[in-house]
């Protein structure tokens, strides 16, 4: 399900943009929900930290400590894949936004031509494919289960001799396989690059293959690119 969050502290915004939302997702062939907020909440924090794809619309001053713009950088710190627009009279803020929040799909003022905008931000956003495909994992001990677009790379972890899988949060779990058996698991998007080193291509900014290592889109560079897997 695709969730749309709407923050704003004037519930007459909140509405106009639900309706908006409406009009444009009558026709769409998308499962939906829209969830209202004036502000940041505990209910919002683990709406923030649930798996459903989601996109937030929201406002920058809502009469809180909390700014839409703070509420931006707890999204970030949790969820790199959902999409932010922010619709707001500071139009000043432009600059800061983009300069201080990872990924922001569009800033729309208010009163600049913001329905058109709007629709049309959300129409893109439904071209998108929100990917659900999920890497499965079970033992006699454990099991999990990883959306395939959460994993940055995975490598031969030489201590735990097992396959180590590295996500987009930072967390790393362990697989009892080995490489060749894991890649069976995965989709066109990994590439093997080292004989002990998958990489999902969709994170990586730059391979050096000269130097050995490549670097991704967080800013991790990962020194195991291997020339013997260069296609």
């Known amino acids: 399900m695709l969730q749309f969050i709407l923050v704003d502290d004037e519930k007459i915004m909140r509405d106009k943009e639900r309706q908006l939302l409406n009009e444009v997702l009558f026709s769409a062939n998308v499962e939906y929900d829209i969830l209202e907020y004036s502000h940041l909440t505990d209910e919002l924090k683990m709406v923030i930290n649930n798996s459903?794809?989601?996109?937030?619309?929201?406002?920058?001053?809502?009469?809180?400590?909390?700014?839409?713009?703070?509420?931006?950088?707890?999204?970030?710190n949790y969820d790199w894949d959902s999409e932010i627009i922010y619709i707001t009279s500071h139009d000043k803020m432009f600059e800061k936004v983009f300069r201080n929040i990872y990924?922001?799909?569009?800033?729309?003022?208010?009163?600049?031509?913001?329905?058109?905008?709007?629709?049309?931000?959300i129409n893109q956003i439904l071209l998108r494919k929100w990917d659900k495909k999920k890497?499965?994992?079970?033992?006699?001990?454990?099991?999990?289960?990883?959306?395939?677009?959460?994993?940055?790379?995975?490598?031969?972890?030489?201590?735990?001799r097992k396959v180590a899988i590295k996500t987009v949060k930072g967390n790393i779990f362990y697989v009892n396989k080995?490489?060749?058996?894991?890649?069976?698991?995965?989709?066109?998007?990994?590439?093997?690059?080292?004989?002990?080193?998958?990489?999902?291509?969709?994170?990586?900014?730059?391979y050096n293959w000269a130097k050995g290592y490549f670097m991704l889109d967080t800013g991790e560079k990962v020194?195991?690119?291997?020339?013997?897997?260069?296609?």
């Open 52 to 76: 459903n794809p989601k996109v937030y619309i929201m406002d920058i001053d809502l009469k809180s400590k909390v700014s839409g713009l703070d509420i931006g950088k707890y999204i970030r």
């Open 103 to 121: 990924k922001v799909f569009d800033f729309i003022e208010k009163f600049d031509s913001m329905e058109e905008r709007f629709k049309n931000d």
């Open 135 to 160: 890497f499965v994992y079970s033992n006699n001990r454990i099991s999990f289960e990883i959306y395939l677009d959460d994993i940055l790379y995975l490598y031969r972890d030489t201590v735990e």
């Open 178 to 206: 080995n490489i060749n058996q894991i890649i069976e698991d995965l989709d066109e998007r990994f590439l093997q690059v080292h004989r002990s080193c998958i990489v999902n291509k969709d994170k990586v900014n730059i």
């Open 223 to 231: 020194n195991m690119l291997s020339k013997a897997y260069k296609q």
